[in-house]
């Protein structure tokens, strides 16, 4: 239900603010581009602005922005919602470009903070300075490349093992919440490997965290939260004492893993496929500690750290399957790719063959040792490895971006590249959800789900077939055996052009991460499982209220053999 309808008996009090807003703002510096003063949005009411289409869902607040960049294509618009300073909607990615290469001047603000921080504090989303450089550091330092190799060759692989027993068991027995499936995966890495911590996707916390993230979100939407919370916000701060309780005991685990780690002595002999991910787990809260040491704040980074890695992942695999579920000749290209990389490891390998199984297990566990689901050596499945399916990940995070706008707060008068003056303190908006749909950005096609957008032809040296000509399919004579196309990813975009993964001094720590989860979760799912699934919903499906883009209802599909 939109704010509008929920709360429109207080829709007559931001209209009298807004006229106290407009009085006290009237002899302040006016946001003007070149002398001249912007153009309205669509829909823009005397008094009230744009301030009632923020009352709306969520969705048909991006169907508003996607309809503004439509209209007026690169131009920035002018944003006015009672309550709020002055604002900009962008649409250009020179102006972008400008925002990422100048943090300290674009800022999240007061206006930012204010909603956000009962929820995530000190973290790195809110903070800026010192505290930001320093999460910062400790974030680049859990992301490094041997704790990625411990992830794409050990821990993702056990979890990968679980997920298609599970998808087995469930073949013929209702519906299956995909989106539930991919955030358990998502939920028990972040868990391992940053917290050392047993995490589940249906934990008290979870549930919790997924609730304050819709209820933050709600505030940017309606200028009059302080009032309302009064009112609605039990639940929420409920949710957020049971939010920080958790982090509490993240850092207290943490502590007293420190203490238990001086009083042992360093193992003796090689370390087994166990002990790799044993030794790293827990490695992104202890470089927290080390480098913060407060603990209050090192709770709030851990908890920013671990939305960031476990939601943004787990909701971008989610809109990935629903695209492909829909693009039957998608999922059988998929398919015909890593059939096709099997086919040249057998050639190098012989002895990996499907009656030489692969001697490449995932980590042994006291509980369990299972086999990876692909029979292959999971490193295998990398980017490089499998173009097509890196394009699909790609364009799914084009269309349903996992944070679908951002707002910045200006710290000093300043000028766009396009000659838009900013007074400080102004409200700076973009959509990605609209941006990636633009066809001045995008071309004609925008709209339409195409990966192909990102492939190029390879040279022979790039690419993974040997022997056939660029971007074409060979038969080897006699063998009865196609050479993968020679084609590699390419994003052939600027961080403004496609900025999912921000960019600048902010850019995403964890896009590495996601590319590597994403490459073998999607070939696992789709090809290893040895099951089909087929899309059990009825109509579009759309996001629910966040900060992120979670699947309203979740992705039900049904596994058939």
């Not at 671990?306 to 695209?323: E, I, K, M, N």
């Not at 038969?475 to 961080?495: I, N, W």
């Amino acid at each position: 239900m939109g704010l509008l309808v929920e709360y429109g008996h207080y829709i007559l009090t931001a209209t009298v603010l807004a006229v106290l807003v407009h009085a006290v703002s009237a002899n302040r510096k006016s946001i003007r581009r070149n002398g001249e003063p912007l153009r309205n949005p669509p829909d823009t009411l005397p008094l009230v602005g744009n301030g009632l289409k923020f009352l709306q869902s969520r969705w048909e607040l991006f169907s508003w922005f996607d309809k503004c960049q439509r209209q007026f294509g690169y131009e920035t618009v002018a944003l006015r919602v009672p309550t709020l300073p002055p604002g900009v909607l962008i649409h250009d990615p020179r102006n972008l470009d400008f925002v990422f290469k100048n943090e300290g001047l674009f800022t999240k603000g007061d206006f930012v903070k204010q909603r956000s921080w009962a929820l995530f504090g000190n973290g790195i989303i809110n903070a800026d300075g010192d505290f930001w450089k320093l999460q910062r550091k400790a974030g680049s330092a859990f992301l490094n490349t041997a704790n990625l190799r411990v992830l794409t060759e050990v821990a993702l692989p056990q979890y990968l093992s679980e997920t298609v027993e599970y998808l087995q068991q469930n073949v013929d027995k209702g519906t299956v919440d995909l989106q539930h499936v991919f955030h358990e995966i998502t939920t028990k890495l972040m868990g391992k490997m940053a917290y050392n911590m047993e995490m589940h996707a249906d934990d008290e916390f979870s549930k919790c965290f997924d609730y304050a993230s819709g209820a933050t979100a709600e505030r940017f939407q309606n200028p009059l939260w302080r009032i309302t919370e009064l009112f609605t916000g039990s639940k929420l701060r409920k949710s957020i004492r049971v939010i920080k309780d958790f982090g509490r005991r993240i850092v207290t685990s943490a502590v007293h893993d420190r203490n238990e780690q001086k009083s042992k002595r360093e193992p003796d002999g090689p370390s087994d496929e166990s002990s790799k991910l044993d030794q790293i787990s827990g490695s992104l809260i202890q470089s927290l500690l080390e480098a913060i040491g407060n603990e209050e704040t090192v709770a709030d980074a851990a908890l920013t750290y671990l939305s960031a890695g476990r939601d943004t992942t787990g909701q971008a695999l989610t809109w990935t399957l629903y695209l492909l579920l829909q693009h039957p000749s998608a999922v059988a290209r998929i398919r015909q790719e890593v059939q096709d990389l099997l086919q040249s490891q057998q050639q190098l390998h012989p002895q990996d063959s499907p009656s030489h199984p692969t001697t490449t297990k995932p980590p042994t566990t006291k509980e369990t040792t299972k086999p990876f689901p692909l029979g292959i050596d999971p490193t295998l499945l990398t980017p490089a490895a499998l173009p097509y399916t890196t394009a699909v990940f790609h364009e799914a995070l084009r269309l349903f971006p996992p944070i679908p706008f951002e707002i910045r707060q200006t710290q000093a008068d300043t000028t766009l590249p396009d000659g838009t003056f900013l007074p400080r303190y102004s409200v700076l908006v973009w959509c990605l959800w609209a941006m990636q749909r633009s066809r001045l950005t995008w071309g004609a096609d925008a709209d339409e789900f195409r990966p192909e957008r990102f492939l190029v032809p390879a040279s022979r040296e790039e690419g993974e077939g040997k022997g056939g000509q660029e971007g074409e399919e060979e038969q080897e004579e006699g063998k009865g055996m196609k050479t993968p196309r020679a084609v590699r990813f390419a994003l052939g975009k600027t961080s403004a052009e496609f900025p999912v993964f921000y960019g600048g001094a902010r850019a995403c720590l964890g896009r590495k991460m996601a590319e590597a989860i994403a490459v073998q979760v999607i070939p696992t799912v789709l090809v290893a499982t040895g099951v089909r699934l087929e899309g059990a919903w009825e109509g579009g499906r759309r996001s629910q209220t966040s900060l992120t883009l979670p699947m309203e209802g979740g992705l039900p599909v049904l596994v058939k053999k």
